[in-house]
């Protein structure tokens, strides 16, 4: 089956601080993967995807590269800053046709001044 | 840029109580999804529309319902509410098509006393 695998939170940094958080997945096909933020009191904003190994997703400083060997997506961000404080859902789209979405089961992350 | 509309945004019913939640998808979108929330939990899908017709049902209770109408709008309606139900119902829309990523709408908060 399909699934999403997330390091547990909450993650704590200081500000400017690097920023490191696992994902790994498993599918039985070809997914694309994305990884969703949540600020508090707000929906799911895509922040960033890759449909294809070894694509490299970016947006906002954040990265994560396509892993088809190790099944990962770790999300990084060389330096974090306060307003990044949120929960990270990496999601995966198995592309099996039913067009939805399976979420990990997100990460909080705090940085702090 | 227009995004996910969703209404309203809380709702306090009592059990056994019906509520109608509502979804107005960006403009051109003909893809709706429905995920719910619960408390510290990683979104679940329930149920996804694309033109109209339903296409991909997830963990949704038959005691809940839903349609996509003309307009693309979306409504879900819940009946004979339990206690949990209480949760954060998201709506989501895309164009439709593998790779399409979701855009979300700030979910509405459904509180079941």
């Known amino acids: 089956g399909n699934s999403v695998t997330q390091m547990e939170g909450p993650v704590t940094l200081s500000e400017e601080a690097f920023l490191t958080i696992n994902c790994t997945y498993t599918?039985?096909?070809?997914?694309?993967l994305f990884w969703y933020v949540q600020y508090p009191g707000e929906g799911l904003q895509l922040l960033l995807k890759a449909t294809k190994a070894d694509d490299k997703g970016s947006n906002k400083g954040f990265e994560a590269t396509y892993r088809k060997e190790t099944t990962s997506f770790h999300l990084e961000k060389g330096s974090v800053q306060v307003s990044d404080s949120a929960v990270y859902f990496c999601a995966l789209d198995p592309l099996d046709s039913s067009y939805k979405l399976i979420f990990g089961s997100g990460t909080r992350l705090l940085v702090r001044p | 840029a227009a995004g996910v509309i969703q209404s309203p945004r809380h709702l306090i019913k009592e059990k056994r109580e019906t509520a109608t939640l509502k979804c107005y998808p960006i403009?051109?979108?003909?893809?709706v999804y429905w995920y719910q929330q619960g408390p510290g939990q990683d979104p679940q899908f329930l149920i996804s529309?694309?033109?109209?017709?339903?296409?991909d049902k997830g963990s949704i209770p038959d005691r809940f319902s839903a349609q996509q109408f003309s307009d693309y709008h979306s409504e879900l309606n819940m009946s004979s509410l339990e206690l949990g139900d209480s949760a954060l119902y998201f709506c989501a829309s895309s164009q439709g098509g593998p790779n399409s990523p979701l855009h979300f709408g700030n979910g509405t908060r459904l509180t079941v006393t």
């Open positions: 529309f694309y033109e109209k017709m339903q296409s």
């Open positions: 403009p051109r979108h003909d893809t």
């Open positions: 599918a039985t096909g070809y997914p694309s």
